[in-house]
């Protein structure tokens, strides 16, 4: 049987059978794939333990014929992201972006921006000690990805840029207005986060965390227009976002959530 060598996150697993495991992975080449691994569960095994949610890892399959699944041979890990779940608050972010991938990108279709989006806030993440900066250059990112964010930094009906007054977001239009245009109505759509949309258009989550321009509150306000906007676009319920909420509500009774911040100059 032909073998098939891939780049891949771990996304979820789940056990099959005595000793085997399913698991959902992004590969960077052929999208999301559901994967068997044989007797993966078993202490010895081939695997080794490289199948933990959101590992980075190498991938060697072959599949069988009229199978939705394939199967594993080989299993390299090149990156892992366990120790970053010992937060809690980030654990939930996760859960959250991986629900969100599941929805928006289709199975066996190769999607390398999300792919490298993903792989880059989970790297950023080790620099990083808060989880919305993160989670709001995320759904930026899938949105604009899969086409559905809309012009956020000029008024869609007369055309003025909306870096100085700010603007309104109409959601059941998906449309931003100046406040001249829409005096009322809709999620008010701030001038920092609309400065915020353009540095995150141009720079990485790298870039982005490291200039410290930003303060969290800033974050904090624009994920939340762009989570509504996700929210409309994945037309099913998101398990975990009340979850999120929950943790931005009382961040201090949640373990993992120290008193860290990135830091703020504006
Ligand atoms: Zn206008």
Redesign the pocket.
Known sequence: MPLTQAEAIVLRDYSLAEADLIATLFTLEFGKIRAVAKAARRLKNRFSGNLEPLSHIRIEFYERENRDLVYLNRCDLEETFFDLQADYGFQVACAYMVEIIDALVPDREASPRVFRLLLSILRARKEAAESIPLLAYFNFWMLRLSGLLPVLDT?V??G?PLGNGGGRLILAEHKV??Q??KRSGGASLTADCIIMAQTFARESIRQVLERGTFTLSVFERFNAILERLVVAAVDKPIKCIDLLHELRRSPGNLPGSAAKHIPAHS
Do not use: A, E
Request: net charge neutral; charged share 0%; with cysteine.
């Open positions: 008024c009906h007369c003025t207005y100046c001249n245009c």
